[in-house]
């Protein structure tokens, strides 16, 4: 009987401003657009269904968790801003039962105070801060490997 190979379906979801990576203060978040990262990615992901969503919108970024919050395998979510604002986004996360993995690509810890405060990371799989776009390929990694 052949084997079926059931792909991993995986979303990246960016928050507010991530669109503008690239061009977005380079000293902190680097030159590289997201588009032309996640291109790589799945390059380099062939086995995995990865699906990619930003926006700079709140509702929307709840919305998105609620559609694919119950049937997807993992969700890395950089929430921008948002995750130091948002209760809404903390209460999605708790309500949906797809795993999510916080990442930042700058080390939040080393800048401004009010980023300190993460609402999401309670309800978290995980974390990856500081290690640049390198933290979303990590956590597609940690995907495959839990
Ligand atoms: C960020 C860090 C946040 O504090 C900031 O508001 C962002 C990006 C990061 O990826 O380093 O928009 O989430």
Do not use: W
Request: hydrophobic share 40%.
């Amino acid at each position: 009987m052949p084997m079926v190979k059931i792909r991993m379906k995986i979303a990246i979801i960016n928050g507010p401003n991530l669109n503008l990576l690239g061009k977005r203060e380079p000293e902190i978040y680097g030159t590289q657009s997201f588009t032309a990262y996640f291109e790589k990615l799945k390059e380099k992901f062939q086995d995995v269904e990865l699906h990619y969503f930003q926006s700079n919108h709140e509702g929307q970024l709840l919305d998105y968790l609620h559609d694919i919050g119950f049937h997807f395998d993992g969700i890395i979510l950089n929430a921008g801003a948002y995750t130091h604002t948002s209760i809404a986004i903390a209460d999605a996360i708790a309500a949906i039962s797809t795993p999510v993995i916080e990442v930042h690509i700058s080390n939040v810890y080393n800048r401004e105070d009010f980023r300190h405060k993460s609402f999401l990371s309670r309800n978290c799989k995980g974390l990856i801060v500081g290690l640049g776009l390198l933290g979303y390929e990590l956590g597609i990694q940690a995907f495959l490997e839990s």
